[in-house]
Structure formats: C-alpha cells, structure tokens
C-alpha cells in the first residue's frame, strides 16, 4: 500500500473519531470523508481507464505512420 493511501485512510480514520467525540447526526461517523475518499479513488480509476484508452499507443505506431 502506497504512502498516499495510508495517509488518505489516516485522514479519514480521524476525521471519524472527530464525529464520534463531536456527535454529528450522520448516517454513520466519517460518512462524508467516507464518501469523499471512495469518490475521490473512482474518479481517479475512471480517468485513468478513460485515458489510458485514448493515450496510448502500441510501440511500432510511429513506425506504422513513416510506412504509409
């Protein structure tokens, strides 16, 4: 696990036991850095799947190009 991970998950595990000390009337304590992390981390593997499609190209591409 990658240092940013474990930095986001620290991060949302205080932000958890804020709600709880504080008693925020949410679904469950940490809903919104919840959601906000599981956001955050799908719309970083939509636009990496998205534009790993379009970006890249197979190795001889250019090679393919001088041929025509």
Known sequence: MSRA????????????V???VRGVPYL???????FGL???A???G???GV?????QRP????EALRRD
């Open 5 to 16: 991970w474990i930095a986001a998950i620290a991060l949302v595990a205080v932000s958890v």
């Open 18 to 20: 804020v709600d709880v």
């Open 28 to 34: 469950f304590p940490g809903f919104w850095a919840v």
């Open 38 to 40: 599981a956001g955050a």
């Open 42 to 44: 799908l719309l970083v």
């Open 46 to 48: 939509l636009a990496k």
């Open 51 to 55: 534009l790993k499609g379009l970006l």
């Open 59 to 62: 190795e001889d591409h250019y």
